[in-house]
């Protein structure tokens, strides 16, 4: 798909634009040419980092999900700009941490989406689509009595797509799924040209290290001991180059109302995740051989591990051509190559959980 007719002097609004998965997609609509308008946090400290090399390129709209009145301030930039695009990514996005923040997780995931989609109306925006971020944690486990409503591979393994039942195990989980029927209700009661996307685990350049890949790596760069939880969950790992180009081919190409589930189309337990990842930067002498402890007080409540899990996304590239391009072991060497070369955005301010 040509991404750049699409694009080019499109206005796009995206929420979550400072955080991992939207900075990518800002550096992309940057360089596509796109109008790109941002929505924020209003900090203290006012630092955009990693979208700080983009900030004289881009609008930038400051303000808060949960509050309706700058969610309104800031969507009213789309005014008089017919076919614009709304990327919603903001999230309050770590499961350990949603047992932690429950209300916070809530109230940003449920109420923060809700707002978006109310303003939309009230502003009577001429939208040509509205993606909210999903994640396959809405399927969280697998359990035995859903089987029967499960669709399997010939080599038994669980088919997980958009046809697949749900069962969120935890409250970041439960928020995102109240998030996606929001934005549906969305459509069909207001007709609104909304569609969700459900992606996988996106790791890479910039993600905070609280997440499993970033966690790794950091521990191999600066100690010779890789602390980590349960490793038996598998997970499908996306690269974040292609969870944004997935993004976009279904803002310009998917059809409203529709639910698009997408990622790297294998899955991998965290321990054979973890033994790739120190494999690769071995081979790229960023270190020696740092051996793995799987302590157990550091296993999460309700963690999902769908045993044998293959996440199927035909709908998407059969609709919009869109496939993954980026190996794991190319993902892995880029996102080690740049925790390693930019220690100020983590270096000392990990808490390694
Ligand atoms: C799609 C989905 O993807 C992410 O959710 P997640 O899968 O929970 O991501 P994670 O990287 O925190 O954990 C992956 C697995 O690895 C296990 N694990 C073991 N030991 C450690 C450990 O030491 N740290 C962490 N973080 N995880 C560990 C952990 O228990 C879990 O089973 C989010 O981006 C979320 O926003 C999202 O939507």
């Not at 990327?87 to 995931?109: C, I, K, M």
């Not at 995102?176 to 934005?183: E, Q």
């Not at 996106?202 to 001991?225: F, V």
Request: net charge negative; aromatic share 10%.
């Amino acid at each position: 798909m040509n991404l750049d007719s699409g694009l080019s002097n499109r206005s796009v609004f995206v929420t979550g634009a400072d955080g991992f998965i939207g900075s990518h997609l800002v550096d992309r609509l940057v360089k596509l040419d796109a109008d790109v308008h941002v929505f924020v946090r209003a900090t203290s400290s006012g630092e955009l980092n990693n979208i700080r090399y983009q900030t004289d390129k881009i609008s930038i709209h400051r303000g808060d999900l949960r509050d309706k009145h700058s969610v309104d301030k800031a969507l009213s930039a789309l005014e008089g700009h017919a076919d614009s695009l709304i990327f919603h990514l903001a999230a309050q996005a770590h499961v350990g941490e949603s047992w932690e923040r429950p209300y916070e997780t809530v109230d940003t995931n449920i109420n923060g989406t809700l707002n978006l989609l109310q303003s939309v109306v009230d502003l009577d925006l001429e939208i040509a689509k509205f993606d909210t971020a999903g994640t396959s944690e809405e399927y969280g486990n697998v359990k035995e009595e859903m089987l029967e409503k499960h669709e399997f591979e010939e080599d038994g393994r669980v088919l997980l797509s958009e046809r697949s039942p749900v069962n969120p195990t935890s409250v970041y989980a439960t928020s995102k799924l109240a998030a996606d029927f929001l934005t549906m209700n969305y459509h069909d009661a207001y007709g609104l040209p909304t569609v969700t996307t459900r992606m996988f685990n996106n790791y890479g350049p910039r993600q905070n290290p609280r997440y499993i890949t970033g966690t790794i790596i950091t521990q191999a760069l600066e100690r010779d001991i890789v602390e980590l939880g349960n490793l038996t969950p598998k997970r499908d790992m996306c690269y974040v180059s292609d969870g944004v180009r997935g993004h976009l081919h279904v803002a310009l190409e998917g059809t409203p109302g529709e639910q698009y589930v997408y990622g790297y189309g294998e899955n991998i337990s965290m321990q054979e995740w973890a033994d790739t990842i120190l494999e690769v930067g071995t081979e790229y002498d960023y270190w020696d051989a740092p051996e793995i402890i799987q302590d157990e007080d550091r296993f999460r409540p309700g963690d999902s591990d769908v045993e044998e899990l293959l996440v199927g996304y035909e709908k998407i590239n059969e609709e919009t051509g869109w496939e993954p391009e980026v190996s794991w072991r190319e993902g892995i060497r880029r996102t080690i190559n740049w925790y390693a070369n930019n220690p100020d955005s983590w270096y000392g301010r990990v808490d390694w959980r």
